[in-house]
């Protein structure tokens, strides 16, 4: 697609539910993140894809927290057992080196609130 | 996590007006990036900086990389409404291949017209 796409776009659930965030990439970006912004704070990075590599999870902020991607397409998130502190919005973006360097495309995110 | 000193945290200014943020580290960056954020939508990148001394104007935005590379700035002129959210600066490590930056935790511009 001509953008970054994140579904859904809005989730509320029960505190100890799980639940799986979806993130689909512009097609041919190699490279995928995730990120967590909480309530008027800044982008707390997560986990990154870079093509067929092992991904850099050291953003993870608990076992409770999992990402996987399908080569260089979709990738989910699932957070187990959520917690009220996990309620944040959720942002992915994908980029290619080709992209002015580093410059990142983000999708609008997901607002996950955890009652 | 380590993260950029972003200022001012907000501003709310007349329209037409001149507006300037900045961000600092106590890290050297080899990359600086700005990116505004509107409500309900993912960051969208403004401006890259990626050698010391750069100044880059997009439009009526302008932002340089400072020559210590510690630092980076942003300045739009003549203020209009559409200018209203949230900016973030955001510096890369210079340290191997890892890609992840480091942000500001935003400057949040209100515009009154």
């Known amino acids: 697609g001509a953008g970054v796409s994140q579904s859904p776009s809005n989730k509320v659930t029960e505190k100890g539910k799980d639940v799986e965030l979806r993130c689909d990439p512009i097609s041919g970006h190699t490279a995928l993140y995730w990120y967590r912004q909480r309530l008027g704070q800044g982008l707390e990075f997560l986990i990154y894809?870079?093509?067929?590599?092992?991904?850099?999870k050291s953003g993870l902020p608990s076992d409770r927290f999992s990402a996987e991607r399908t080569g260089e397409s979709v990738s989910t998130l699932t957070i187990q057992r959520t917690q009220q502190e996990d309620s944040a919005v959720y942002l992915c973006?994908?980029?290619?080196?080709?992209?002015?360097?580093?410059?990142?495309?983000f999708g609008s995110g997901t607002r996950l609130t955890v009652v | 996590g380590q993260q950029l000193n972003q200022s001012p945290q907000s501003m709310f200014i007349q329209e037409g007006e001149d507006v300037s943020m900045n961000c600092t580290s106590s890290s050297i960056f080899n990359t600086w990036l700005w990116y505004k954020q509107d409500p309900g939508e993912g960051p969208v990148l403004l401006i890259a900086?990626?050698?010391a001394g750069e100044l880059t104007s997009n439009g009526r935005l302008t932002a340089q990389f400072g020559i210590t590379r510690k630092d980076s700035f942003l300045n739009i002129s003549a203020s209009i409404p559409s200018d209203v959210g949230i900016y973030f600066c955001a510096g890369q490590l210079p340290a191997g291949n890892n890609r992840k930056l480091i942000w500001g935790l935003g400057t949040s511009l209100a515009v009154n017209p």
């Open positions: 900086l990626y050698k």
């Open positions: 894809f870079q093509g067929n590599s092992a991904p850099d």
């Open positions: 973006a994908s980029s290619t080196p080709g992209q002015g360097g580093y410059g990142y495309t």
